[in-house]
Structure formats: structure tokens, C-alpha cells
């Protein structure tokens, strides 16, 4: 009569290795799977980092970056500037459905065979996109900056008594197209969003006929 053979210590040893192996590749499996339906880490959209957020979280995180004001410095005064006031709009659907086929660009056993081996994926940047209104800008920066920091020459004046004049003085004005330039590149920014607002000189006027006539 045959006795039936045992297993040996080797053979219980590459059962449970065998087991382990399946156990530790399961749980990656399901690691991946949740991994997939979230941005990967090394992406980033219109410079704003991403990885491991899903789309509402993505959203979120652009609309809290892109919608901090900008710090406008003119004539010593320090103006916050909300680019919602020039209608300043990302346009979240185009750069999200970028990053989406990023995201699904590789096939899943592809990506999955790449995440077991740890090996390290090339960044992934989707760029801005958003849109605002300049003529908006334009007028703002008219009626609230201009109007209000702008110094207006002085023309040249009589001096009582004498045939002298007293100089005129330069004034100074914003420089607005350069202005909306230095604001555009601010709004789409999330490192820098401060700006040194431009001014112009300004040639003091003539003086007026009622001075001069101060002098017959």
C-alpha cells in the first residue's frame, strides 16, 4: 500500500508565496482602480496641481487660485483688483475634458503593469484657458485708477509784478494699454498675480491767453 506523499516545507512555502503574490496584486489592483478615476500625481492644469483630485476637486482647486485678487501698485497706492470686475472666466470644460484624455489616454492594463513596477510617468500639463473682457478692464482702470491717482500738469504762470513766469510742472497719467498687457499676464498667473502699474509723463499745457495778457 502507497503512502501518500506530504508536502514538504519548500512546497507550503511557495503555496503561501503564491497566495501572498495574488493577495498583494489584488489590493494594487483595487489601489489602481481608485487611482484611475482621480487625476495622476505628476499633472497639472493651467499650473495648478492636480494629482489625486477628481474633476469636481479639480475644479474647485483652479476656480480658488484663479479668482484670488491682483495687487495693483500705483502712485504709492496698493489697489486689489477682482478679475471677476473684468468678467475674467476660466473656461474649466475645455481644460477638464484635456486632462480627462490625458488621464485615459494609456490603457488601464498598460498603466497597471507601469504602477506595479513603479515606474515614473512623464508630467502631464494642460495649459490655461480663460477669457475676460478688455474694453471691462479698460473702463476700469479709467474711472477708478486714472481718474483718481492721475496728477495733471501745471502750466507755466505770471508772477505778480514782474515779466516772469513761474514754471509748469510735468504731470503724470497710466499708461493704460501697457497696463491691461501687465494686468492679462497677472489674471492668468498662480505665482505671480502683483503688478507695478506703468505712468507716462505729461507735457505741462501753454499758458493760458488770460495770463498772458496779465503782461499788456
Given at each position: 500500500?502507497r503512502?501518500?506523499?506530504r ?44 494629482g ?57 492594463w ?32 479709467e ?63 501753454r ?10
Open positions: 500500500m503512502r501518500r506523499p508536502f514538504s516545507a519548500l512546497s507550503w512555502l511557495a503555496i503561501l508565496f503564491l497566495i501572498a503574490a495574488a493577495l498583494f496584486t489584488t489590493w494594487q489592483f483595487v489601489r489602481f482602480s481608485r487611482l484611475r478615476t482621480t487625476y495622476p500625481g505628476n499633472m497639472t492644469i493651467a499650473e495648478v496641481p492636480v489625486g483630485l477628481d474633476r469636481q476637486g479639480a475644479a474647485e482647486r483652479l476656480l480658488q487660485a484663479y479668482s484670488l485678487p491682483v495687487e495693483m501698485s500705483y502712485d504709492d497706492q496698493i489697489i486689489l483688483f477682482e478679475p471677476s470686475i473684468c468678467g475674467f472666466e476660466l473656461d474649466l470644460e475645455s481644460m477638464l475634458a484635456a486632462a480627462d484624455l490625458e488621464r485615459t489616454k494609456q490603457s488601464f498598460a498603466g497597471f503593469w507601469d504602477y506595479l513596477w513603479g515606474r515614473q510617468f512623464k508630467t502631464l500639463s494642460i495649459p490655461l484657458r480663460a477669457t475676460f473682457s478688455e474694453s471691462r478692464l479698460r473702463t476700469y482702470l474711472d477708478e485708477i486714472a481718474a483718481r491717482y492721475d496728477k495733471p500738469p501745471l502750466a507755466a504762470v505770471p508772477q505778480t509784478g514782474t515779466v516772469n513766469f513761474t514754471p509748469g510742472t510735468y504731470g503724470t497719467e497710466l499708461d493704460l494699454d501697457t497696463a491691461i498687457l501687465l494686468i492679462d499676464g497677472a489674471m492668468k498667473s498662480v505665482t505671480n498675480r502683483s503688478v507695478n502699474l506703468p505712468r507716462k509723463q505729461t507735457n505741462p499745457p499758458p493760458s491767453l488770460q495770463n498772458l495778457e496779465t503782461f499788456l
